[in-house]
Structures are given as structure tokens and as C-alpha cells.
């Protein structure tokens, strides 16, 4: 089983702040490393596939980077709906996410 | 745009089989790999399985021995079996599909079954 941890567990950020969120894996997934959103209440949405990679709608303000066993997530100007938990995920094996990262309002 | 949406129960005693079923619109069922994915309460997401509309399929090896998915073509849907189920199965069953495997392009709104007697 690959092992994803995220980090920090808890960012608090003020709207217009970079949010900067990292992934890790316990082996190489190369660039096989998705990023979703989940709101309360909701199912998760995918922002980011294949590393780098903004899924169909996703606002430029969110970008994925990292290959191998690191990743990042970055939202460059946090807006008011951004507040939510994010998961990475892997596929390079079978699927498994993160323990996820909440991003909540300062 | 592919919508989907989860039915069954919400309440499963402990030893019976939860089954839920996913409906699927927007799209055929005859393409895209189809999964399910839970999350108990106030907890991450974990992936079940999928099965690909040509019959593969392939699960989440802890749970494996009590899983099965199957696809339903006539109707566009999907089914999730698990069998011999406990408390530790109380979650947030998620129906997703996706272009690649693995990957989760949509989700179902995602339906809470219960186990207790």
C-alpha cells in the first residue's frame, strides 16, 4: 500500500493569502498524484490530475506541482470558497488518498 | 456532463450485506472506469473498488474477500456488495467515475449507511 501524508493538517490563511499544501509519498507514484476539494456536506471535486494538471473548470488560481514522492498544491490568492479540506491521491497502485489538509480562515 | 446518483438503504444490521446501487446520466455506462469510495464520519476517503464497463474489476485489498461491484448496462447502473458488514463499515458511500483509472472526475452525492442492529 502506498502511503500519502499531507501536511500541515491545519493551515489558517486570511482571503487573498497563498496557501501552499504538500503531499508525500511513501514511495514513487511518478506523476500519478490528484488533488480534490471537499466542502461539508459534499462530495470531493477534482481540482488538480497527474500532478499538474487543472481538471475541466478548475480556476487558474489553483496549481499542482511535484513527480516522484513530493507534491504540492498551491492556491495563489485564496477566495472565500476555498475554505475546505483538500486530499491528494495517488494512482500509481491502487487508489488511496491522504489524511487531507483543512484549510480554514484566520 | 455525467451525473450520478447513489440509492439503498441506510441502515444495515451487523453480519448482513450492504448494497447500494449507482445511477448513472449524461453518459453511458459503456466507458469510463466506475468506483466506489467511503468515508466514515469525520474521516478521510478510502476507495472500495471499480470495474471497468468490459468486466475488469479490481478492489481495495482489505477489503476484497467481501466485495463486489458489477455493472449493469441495460439500466446505466452500478452496484456496490459488501458483505459481512460492522460498525467499522458506517460511512458515506460515494459512487465516482472516471476517464483513467483511479482517476475520480464525479462523484454521487454520496449516501450514509449505518450499521446497527
Known amino acids: 500500500e502506498i502511503v500519502l501524508t499531507q501536511s500541515p493538517a491545519t493551515l489558517s490563511l486570511s482571503p487573498g493569502e497563498r496557501a501552499t499544501l504538500s503531499c508525500r509519498a511513501s514511495?514513487?507514484?511518478?506523476?500519478?498524484l490528484a488533488w480534490y476539494q471537499q466542502k461539508p456536506g459534499q462530495a470531493p471535486r477534482l481540482l488538480i490530475h497527474?500532478?499538474?494538471n487543472r481538471a475541466t473548470g478548475i480556476p487558474a488560481r489553483f496549481s499542482g506541482s511535484g513527480s516522484g514522492t513530493d507534491f504540492t498544491l498551491t492556491i495563489s490568492s485564496l477566495e472565500p470558497e476555498d475554505f475546505a479540506v483538500y486530499y491528494c491521491q495517488q494512482r500509481s497502485n491502487w487508489p488511496t488518498f491522504g489524511p487531507g489538509t483543512k484549510v480554514d480562515i484566520k | 456532463q455525467v451525473q450520478l446518483q447513489e440509492s439503498g438503504p441506510g441502515l444495515v444490521k451487523p453480519s448482513e450485506t450492504l448494497s447500494l446501487t449507482c445511477t448513472v446520466s449524461g453518459g453511458s455506462i459503456s466507458s469510463y472506469y466506475w468506483s466506489w469510495i467511503r468515508q466514515p464520519p469525520g474521516k478521510g476517503l478510502e476507495w472500495i473498488g471499480y470495474?471497468?464497463?468490459?468486466?475488469?474489476?479490481n478492489y481495495n485489498p482489505s477489503l476484497r474477500s467481501r466485495v463486489t461491484i458489477s455493472v449493469d448496462t441495460s439500466r446505466n447502473q452500478f452496484s456496490l456488495k459488501l458483505s459481512s458488514v460492522t460498525a467499522a463499515d458506517t460511512a458515506v458511500y460515494f459512487c465516482?467515475?472516471?476517464?483513467?483509472?483511479?482517476?475520480?472526475?464525479?462523484w454521487g452525492q454520496g449516501t450514509l449507511v449505518t450499521v446497527s442492529s
Open positions: 470495474m471497468y464497463y468490459s468486466g475488469n474489476t
Open positions: 514511495q514513487s507514484v511518478s506523476s500519478y
Open positions: 465516482a467515475s472516471g476517464h483513467s483509472y483511479g482517476l475520480f472526475d464525479y
Open positions: 497527474d500532478a499538474s
